[in-house]
């Protein structure tokens, strides 16, 4: 999961770039990047950090031009300790070409290879990133190897590096001299829209309200599969590379990573929380007694609309119980468990009164580890309440992802190989209800019923791009950034930055 922004335009676009990243920063916080171009000259300022530390005055004044693309990065293939990891990636041939990237390659190490005893390019770190600018440059150097440069053989070396990548990816690229790029892969996993200023300035962003929030007028999302070029002179060129795009974008962005406030694939993400919750009270009726609910609590922040249409559709007290202190810094490195629950305790506190002799229920976007989960829910029979139910807006997160969002493994996560009622017990509630698959599909999926479905791999087990085994996600969670639990707090309570900044 990373935000991503690229903007053609005649004026500076440095401030414009830094403004769009604090709107996408709760897309990643672990690194950011920008870069901008000015007389075929690349302009580079990257670091390990939230942007506003990044990027200081002397850094913007050393970013001139027209033309630029950022990325605020959360880790999910390579080194999450590597600033040299960091986003955008540069290659110099063919032309000079930027790229920052959101999404997974599930074929990266293959790629890598083939760079290598093929292509002969040079990979210089272990990002799925550089690998996909390479793969990217090698084939716009082969497309235009025999003629000038032109649109077509730019979308023709787009085509061929679709047929080469597998995993998800948005891609935005600026090519030195020429313009933007940006595209999609086939099942349009990893969201990307497109917008135009009163001015004329085209940006291209992860989420339309990097759009909105920069005074640009929304356009419309960028399709699966589909490459769009900006050219000097700000005209916009597109073509659909792939030949056969279906659109399955991630459900997981609507149930937690988008802001609430963005319009993905047609879909509103605040009215897809607030369907959730619907689908949820109607399960939540043939699992707990109304009578044994007193009040319903969110459990900040992207839970909020979805407890908020459950409580109204049962007819029970909606309040604020935990209040998240949002300048507690990320937690990188915790030597114990002991040490993560003080974690969890520093970011949330609890409102006593809205807990003590009531029987409450929490409701939470989705549940992961459950480590989080657990101690919620003891904050909360602490504050005093009688009854602990716990309900969730997702069903349970069953497999590990590998488009694009850090998930634990299989043995970490809380709901794999264990029943409802043993789940119940390691989190400590008084009932556990979950959304089921279906009633979540049809609840998002109703806003936009032109999609063809939803890659939902963390809950159902099914990899939409069809080529991942078992073996397959064994090995690139082996290998993922997260470590074992009791090193790093990964949770969502680590995100300094609400989803509703």
Known sequence: MCGI?????????????????????????DAAGIVTEQERKFFMHKAKGMVRDVFRTRNMRALPGNHGLG?????????????????????????????????????????????????????????DSEVLLNVLAHEIGRAGAHGAWSTEALFAAVAATQLRLKGSYAVVALIAGHGLLAFRDPFGIRPLCIGRGKDGTVMVASESVALEGTGHDFLRDIAPGEAVFVGADGQIQSRQCAAQPRR?????????????????????????????????AERLRLQVP????????????????????????????????????????????????????????Q???????????????????????????????????????????????????MYPNVYGI?????????????????????????????QSVEDMKRAVGSINPALDGFEAS??????????????????????????????????????PNSREQ
């Open 71 to 127: 990325q605020v990065r959360y880790p999910t293939a390579g080194n999450a300790y590597s600033e040299e990891e960091a986003q955008p990636f540069y290659v110099n041939a063919p032309f000079g070409i930027v790229m920052a990237h959101n999404g997974n390659l599930t074929n990266a190490q293959a790629l890598r290879r083939d760079m290598v005893q093929l292509d002969h390019r040079h990979i210089n770190t272990d990002s």
């Open 406 to 434: 850090d998930m634990p493994t299989r043995d970490e996560l809380v709901a794999h190989g264990r029943t409802l009622e043993e789940v119940r017990q390691i989190i400590g509630c008084d009932a556990l209800i979950y």
């Open 290 to 345: 109304l009578d044994e609910i007193d009040v319903v609590i969110p459990i900040p922040e992207s839970s909020r609309p979805a407890a908020t249409q459950l409580a109204q559709l049962l007819g029970k007290p909606y309040r604020e119980g935990f209040v998240k202190n949002r300048y507690v810094g990320r937690t990188f490195i915790m030597p114990g468990q002991a040490v993560r629950k003080k974690s969890v305790r």
């Open 248 to 280: 399955y974008p991630c459900v997981f962005e609507y149930v937690y990573l988008a802001r609430p406030d963005s319009t993905l694939d047609g879909i509103s993400v605040y009215q897809a929380r607030l369907n959730m919750g619907h689908t949820l």
């Open 347 to 397: 970011k949330l506190n609890v409102i006593g009164s809205e807990f003590k002799g009531r029987r409450v229920l929490l409701v939470d976007d989705s549940i992961v580890r459950g480590t989080t989960s657990r101690e919620i829910v003891q904050m909360a029979r602490e504050a005093g309440a009688v009854k602990v139910y716990m309900a969730s807006a997702a069903p349970p997160v």
């Open 458 to 495: 963390c809950f159902d087990g099914v990899y939409v791009t069809g080529d991942i085994s078992t073996d397959d996600v064994n090995r690139l969670h082996a290998q993922r950034s997260g470590s074992e639990e009791d090193e790093a707090d990964s949770s969502r309570l680590s995100l």
């Open 5 to 29: 922004v690229g903007v053609a335009s005649t004026a500076p676009v440095n401030q414009l770039l830094y403004d769009a990243l604090l709107l996408l920063q709760h897309r990643g916080q």
